[in-house]
């Protein structure tokens, strides 16, 4: 008898034991999505190119995206001809994020897609991110297009989908979206703004 009330008492104890170690300081915190962004930017930089490198004249074309992902303003115009350093910034709580997706590179990348076809050249300049990147102006569309931007995170950026920043098949290189707003824009000869 004594040694089934030993055995119980054991039990007991062992029980106590591991419940409480169970609920250690070790057990891991939920992880945060740390790409989940409350609004983004677009920045096109104009610029021209001065002895093979690009120079910034200072003047700039913004569009912002809110939560929902409505563009601000919800109609951009971009010149042919002109070369622009295309900057995306996203936000969290009024903060950047940038720096979370960059030291993340090799799991995100942008892609840029449903312009008409050579209307644009693009090429990245931050390891095939998309946060900057150079955009030459090639073409000029005869109406506006609706522009999609976005960011893929988890993606294997060697499968032949991701090679391309505008393949509309970008899904298949595999991951999942964080980013994916539209925008209209209308791509004009000089000093065509007619609207």
């Known amino acids: 008898m004594k040694k089934i009330q030993l055995l119980s008492i054991l039990s007991i104890v ?30 096109f930089a104009h610029g021209d190119i001065v002895d093979g490198k690009f120079v910034e004249s200072g003047e700039t074309t913004k569009i912002t995206f809110s939560p929902d992902g409505k563009a601000t303003p919800s109609h951009t115009h971009l010149t042919e001809g002109e070369s622009y350093r ?8 009024g903060e ?13 990348q942008f892609f840029f897609v449903g312009a008409p076809a050579g209307v644009f050249d693009y090429s990245y300049e931050d390891q095939q991110i998309g946060l900057t990147g150079m955009l030459t102006v090639t073409g000029h569309s005869d109406e506006a297009f609706d522009w999609n931007i976005v960011l893929r995170h988890g993606l294997n950026k060697n499968h032949a989908a991701a090679q391309e920043w505008d393949n509309a098949n970008y899904a298949q290189a595999g991951g999942a979206d964080d980013v994916n707003v ?12 007619d609207h």
Do not use: M, R, W
């Open 14 to 43: 062992f029980l106590f034991v591991f419940s409480f170690s169970s609920c250690s300081k070790d057990d891991p915190i939920p992880e945060i999505d740390q790409e989940e962004y409350d609004a983004a930017e677009l920045v």
């Open 86 to 93: 295309l900057k995306v910034t996203l936000f969290h709580d």
């Open 96 to 108: 950047s994020i940038n720096q979370e997706i960059i030291d993340a590179g090799n799991e995100h």
């Open 182 to 193: 539209t925008t209209e824009l209308h791509v004009t000869t000089s000093g065509e703004h």
